[in-house]
């Protein structure tokens, strides 16, 4: 009964990891035969500087962004846990962006903050200069985490908000009468309950942002002079269209080796922290 799952995955999963690992050591342009390098490609990450310079990006990304749409989808839900008609609505609001797809939000907000946006036009108007969201280094790196944010913090209120479900009344109740306030209710009693909820959006977050790539194409297309370039954008833009496949795929596989071990670095201290608690 398992072998038609067991089939698919090898299928879907094993053989082209296999694969890529191979040609991650050769050097190859994906149309003429593929020479074995060995480890030149991996030693190459080091040494280029868009792969550098998207490196840097990308830990920006993933931790200001996860860190993001962590906070405010915590104190989202914290707002929203109660059940009635109103906090379901706001619940969907905040949601809604995640089921767009990536580049349309991208060119969205292209459309609101572009020079000729929406924001700098009324500006213009106003007699105030155009502001750099898109075409200044520094700010469009923040606006690109604003962006991430925004669309992304959603899919983590839905999270938290099911993990508060869990959270049983009569310890809530008791704090109360006890007269903890609010806000220690939720710092001393929620939040610690919720915690193995926080790792696995943290998680997801994390993974999900270390490969950002449409938001990117589709809100500063890596501009600008290559600020907002992310790992996986230099892989598909860059590496894999100048037909150099083998490192393209050293890039890709030496990303696919830092979301796993960010994952198990994260879950495991998670664990450890839970343990010392019980213990």
């Not at 977050?205 to 996986?232: H, M, Q, R, W």
């Amino acid at each position: 009964m398992l072998a038609p799952a067991v089939v698919v995955y090898t299928v879907m999963t094993i053989v082209p990891v296999v694969v890529a690992l191979y040609l991650s050591l050769t050097d190859w342009n994906g149309f003429s035969a593929a020479a074995f390098v060995g480890l030149d490609n991996y030693a190459r990450l080091f040494d280029d500087p868009d792969t550098t310079r998207a490196g840097v990006v990308t830990v920006i990304v993933a931790f200001f962004g996860s860190v993001g749409m962590l906070g405010l989808g915590l104190v989202y839900a914290l707002q929203l846990k109660e059940r009635n008609w109103a906090n379901s609505f706001f619940r969907t609001l905040a949601y809604y962006p995640h089921v767009i797809s990536s580049l349309i939000l991208g060119f969205l907000w292209s459309a609101i903050l572009g020079t000729n946006g929406a924001i700098n036009n009324t500006l213009a108007d106003l007699g105030i200069g155009p502001v750099g969201f898109l075409f200044d280094e520094n700010l469009a790196v923040i606006t690109l985490v604003g962006v991430i944010v925004w669309a992304g913090f959603g899919f983590n209120v839905v999270l938290f908000v099911a993990g508060l479900q869990t959270v049983p009344r009569e310890l809530v109740e008791a704090a109360q009468i006890d007269g903890a306030s609010r806000r220690q209710i939720n710092r001393r009693i929620v939040i610690p309950m919720i915690a193995p909820v926080v790792t696995v959006a943290m998680v997801l977050n994390l993974v999900g942002l270390i490969k950002v790539y449409d938001i990117v194409v589709s809100l500063t297309d890596g501009g600008p002079a290559g600020a907002t370039e992310t790992i996986a954008y230099v892989i598909l833009t860059k590496s894999f269209a100048g037909t150099d496949v083998g490192f393209a795929t050293a890039q890709a596989v030496a990303l696919m080796v830092a979301s796993a071990a960010l994952s198990v670095v994260v879950t495991a201290l998670r664990n450890r922290q839970d343990r010392a608690a019980t213990g």
